[in-house]
């Protein structure tokens, strides 16, 4: 029979104050350790256990060490209570741990969930089925999922937790009780004390928003205390940056209206005085003269304090130093208000740290992107001198690949052990789906019925390579097109691509026409963000259902052999979707290396983007194009400039504009008198737009926009008149699957005999 020693009851009168102090006096050997028995364990195996023990067989031990055995074993979260004891058998020593092992979450259930779906909650919990039940776990999931509610704007949401036996087996029933009530929205926003800004203007600038006609569509007008807190410190920032240097924003008042359905925001502010820049000045570690330093800076003597402009040149000076190795740059600021005067001294001080450079470069994340493909975009290299802008602009050139999450690019510095001049570089990517395989069909106002249908991969195999297949199929147009890019031609810095493509067009109201063709091109980077380019096209245009009898089809049938030298100059944020930045073009192609035609053209584009505030961002483009005669050949009516339609002024229909000709029908048994656009040879086009999203999860936003332009005989104003058609209007976009469709409707502003008073246009792709 196992006897208990004496020391048993002194170690048991030990453990139950061993979680209760820390100085337990002198240490004390207890016992010496023969064996050791694990018992009460079913799911979790004993070598597992003995694992965590800092006891072994064969020691002997103090009441520390037991101490910190069992505290070893609690940590695991896999058991409710572990006991521990000594017996005697056979004169040996054995000390028994008895567990109680945690049962086991069977089954999980989320009860009284309506507006969010079970997949949706299981997502914010740590706690899963089959996992061991810590029920300090799930006091946390309880917190998380009233959290989540809150963020989806159910403000009186309440989450509770119940747990029970299973009848079904051993384990534990989990469930969560949700009681979500309604959304809680937002009936007023009231500001007191504001006199420099409107409510409106303070409004604007938050995420919280007074529920609207149009909330449906778009989520606003819910009330989310993460969203709202946000918003004050977007308030308090937005004050500093117009100069109100002392802005106090008190405690928001939030009340519920009794029937819980609606809250009332009340914002006290205090905006105080409007501050100017008195003087700036430069101390510390300077590594540039003062008026280097000036000039930098976009704060100035008597401008306007702004915390936004102030942030930005730390940004700047912080650049400077990094430039010059210094990756351990801080420029510290400090405000000190001119007493008597609502002025402010700004004092930027520098500390420059240690010279640095760069160490290993690891791209990390790249599963099918090749390492190379990331690093031939990179501005700094292994062993090269710190440099703050190259590696911001290295960043910017990998994001602008397209090839990777939006915000998931990440260049983390990390300094060498026992190395603190060696920066080893991390470059983190979460690559996005590049293949893309769409079909589309509908109804346009400019093709009618359409079929649209494209295969592409913008990685392919994960080289950066563009592969690339489409084709359009509607009553008035029909387009097929392959084509091949490679941006690094055999590692090299030359671009290298092709196209084969077939259009039927029956758009006009001249004529139909029926073009083959193909093109190769290469490109080299001449400057920063400037590249030339080189193609040859050759293509072959026939003309069919000639309605024009001005139209002499021997002149425009035949083939067409031409190479064209372009120059683009791109530094758009975003290639496909750009809201900053500009991109220009210059182009000039002659026609007639071979074939059957002689012309020349030249085109000049240029765009710019602006994000004005938030995600509101101005666009323009203007775009003028000429062509020229070579010798006595006329140039076809295929390629003469005519405007009017979706993709230039929309306010008139296609055609619309253009030096016309009226003529009789060529058809015998018609005696109508018809007009026909002949076209012109100088095209002058120029759009404005101002573009944001209405529903920013699904892609679909609202567009203005202005148009002006107009087309020429020979060159602008040939006839003695400058004029310039306008229009201007709205419209909607919707970022789809399938491509960006648009809906707009254009007004003109010059309405001639004859044109409609508005136009009504559904398209697919974006204008520019």
Do not use: C
Not at 473 to 485: D, E, K, M, R
């Amino acid at each position: 029979m196992s006897q208990i020693y004496l020391g048993l009851l002194i170690m048991v009168l030990g453990l139950t104050q061993v979680f209760a102090q820390d100085d337990l006096g002198p240490l004390k050997d207890l016992f010496h350790v023969d064996q050791i028995v694990i018992e009460g364990n079913r799911k979790v195996e004993s070598e597992a256990i003995l694992s965590k023990l800092k006891i072994e067989a064969g020691i002997t031990i103090d009441n520390y060490t037991l101490r910190d055995s069992i505290r070893s074993l609690y940590n695991m979260k896999h058991f409710d209570q572990v006991q521990a004891f000594v017996r005697e058998e056979n004169k040996k020593n054995i000390l028994v741990f008895k567990l109680t092992e945690r049962p086991i979450v069977s089954s999980l259930n989320f009860l009284g969930n309506d507006e969010l779906t079970d997949d949706d909650l299981k997502e914010q919990i740590e706690t899963k089925v089959f996992s061991i039940l810590d029920i300090n776990s799930v006091k946390a999931d309880v917190k998380k999922l009233q959290k989540f509610y809150e963020e989806k704007g159910f403000y009186l949401a309440t989450v509770d937790y119940e747990v029970k036996k299973s009848e079904e087996n051993e384990g534990m029933e989990l469930n969560f009780r949700v009681k979500e009530f309604d959304k809680v929205k937002v009936k007023k926003i009231s500001f007191l004390g504001n006199e420099a800004f409107s409510d409106i203007e303070l409004q604007s600038i938050m995420e919280t928003r007074e529920e609207s006609l149009l909330s449906f569509m778009s989520g606003t007008g819910s009330f989310k205390e993460f969203n709202f807190q946000t918003d004050i410190e977007r308030l308090k920032y937005f004050y500093k940056s117009k100069g109100h240097l002392q802005i106090n924003v008190s405690n928001p008042v939030v009340t519920i209206s009794e029937d819980k359905k609606w809250v009332f925001i009340t914002i006290k502010l205090t905006e105080g005085p409007r501050f100017k820049i008195n003087q700036i000045s430069f101390t510390g570690e300077l590594l540039f003269t003062d008026s280097e330093l000036r000039k930098k800076v976009m704060l100035k003597p008597e401008d306007i304090y702004s915390e936004d402009n102030l942030r930005k040149d730390i940004q700047l000076l912080t650049e400077m130093y990094q430039d010059e190795g210094y990756a351990f740059a801080n420029v510290l600021r400090t405000l000190s208000i001119v007493p008597g005067e609502n002025k402010v001294d700004v004092d930027f001080s520098f500390e420059k740290g240690k010279i640095a450079y760069f160490g290993n470069i690891v791209v990390k994340g790249n599963t099918k992107t090749r390492d190379k493909v990331v690093r031939r975009e990179l501005k700094i290299s292994e062993g090269m001198r710190y440099s703050g802008s190259n590696l911001r602009e290295s960043k910017e050139n990998v994001n602008r690949l397209g090839f990777f999450e939006p915000n998931s690019v990440v260049f983390n510095t990390v300094a060498r052990r026992g190395r603190d001049d060696i920066l080893d570089v991390e470059i983190a990517v979460k690559e996005r789906n590049t293949g893309q395989i769409t079909l589309g069909a509908g109804y346009s106002t400019a093709s009618k019925g359409f079929l649209q249908a494209s295969v592409s991969q913008n990685n392919f195999l994960g080289y950066g390579q563009v592969l690339s297949f489409s084709l359009q199929l509607s009553g008035t147009n029909q387009t097929y097109n392959v084509g091949f890019t490679e941006p690094y031609l055999f590692d090299s810095k030359w671009t290298a691509g092709a196209d084969v493509f077939q259009t039927k067009n029956e758009s006009s109201k001249s004529y139909d026409y029926l073009r083959r063709g193909a093109d190769v091109r290469v490109g080299y980077p001449i400057f920063e963000y400037t590249r030339a380019y080189v193609t040859y096209k050759l293509q072959d245009t026939e003309l069919t259902n000639v309605k024009d009898p001005t139209i002499d089809e021997d002149d425009e049938n035949g083939l067409a052999s031409s190479v064209q030298g372009s120059v683009v100059y791109d530094k758009r944020n975003n290639k496909f979707e750009p809201s900053d930045g500009h991109y220009v073009r210059a182009a000039v192609e002659w026609t007639g290396l071979g074939g059957d035609h002689r012309w020349v053209q030249s085109e000049l584009e240029g765009r710019y983007y602006k994000s004005v505030y938030g995600d509101l961002v101005f666009r323009s483009r203007l775009s003028i194009n000429k062509l020229f005669k070579v010798q006595d050949h006329s140039i076809p009516r295929t390629e003469k400039y005519t405007l009017g339609g979706s993709r230039n002024l929309r306010g008139y229909g296609y055609e619309d504009i253009g030096p016309k000709e009226t003529r009789e029908s060529t058809d015998p048994t018609d005696s109508k008198i018809y007009t026909f656009n002949r076209g012109g040879l100088f095209s002058l086009v120029s759009t404005l737009e101002l573009e944001h999203p209405l529903v920013r999860e699904a892609g679909l936003k609202w567009v203005l926009f202005f148009d002006a332009g107009n087309v020429y005989d020979k060159y602008y104003g040939d006839t003695g008149k400058y004029t310039l058609y306008t229009d201007y209007g709205f419209g909607f976009r919707w970022f789809s699957p399938i491509g960006v469709l648009r809906f707009e409707f254009g007004f003109p502003l010059d309405r001639r005999e004859g044109q409609q008073p508005n136009q009504f246009y559904f398209d697919i792709g974006q204008l520019f």
